[in-house]
């Protein structure tokens, strides 16, 4: 079976930064993508960010651009999510998930991890 464990979040402050990091394992194709998303109490699962594994190629929410980036280490499949002048509105579960193709749509995702919180406080 396919894992993901998410790691990396806590308490920062507004301004702060943040590294979170996803570990893949049980999955042997070399030709997946890594997404983050996010879900904040009382609003909907939110795309971040994703990244195809193959060939590099990345997507970002306008919203975060200039903040976050992501990156890969392909030999380790992990995937890194940095994320930079951080604001209270970032605040959420942040999740990490596997498909096989690269897209911002949350329902072509057929693994998740468990999710990390991330709380920013003014």
């Known amino acids: 079976d396919v894992q993901l464990q998410a790691s990396g979040g806590g308490l920062v402050q507004t301004g702060g930064s943040l590294r979170l990091s996803c570990v893949v394992s049980?999955?042997?194709?070399?030709?997946?993508?890594i997404a983050w998303f996010r879900q904040a109490p009382g609003k909907e699962r939110e795309a971040v960010s994703c990244?195809?594994?193959?060939?590099?190629?990345?997507y970002i929410a306008d919203t975060m651009k200039g903040r976050f980036t992501i990156s890969k280490d392909n030999a380790k499949k992990l995937v890194y999510l940095q994320m930079n002048r951080l604001k209270p509105e970032d605040t959420a579960v942040y999740y990490c998930?596997?498909?096989?193709?690269?897209?911002?749509?949350?329902?072509?995702?057929?693994?998740w991890g468990q999710g990390t919180q991330v709380t920013v406080s003014s």
């Open positions: 998930a596997v498909g096989t193709v690269v897209t911002m749509r949350p329902q072509l995702y057929f693994s």
């Open positions: 049980g999955f042997s194709s070399d030709d997946y993508a």
């Open positions: 990244i195809d594994a193959s060939d590099g190629h990345t």
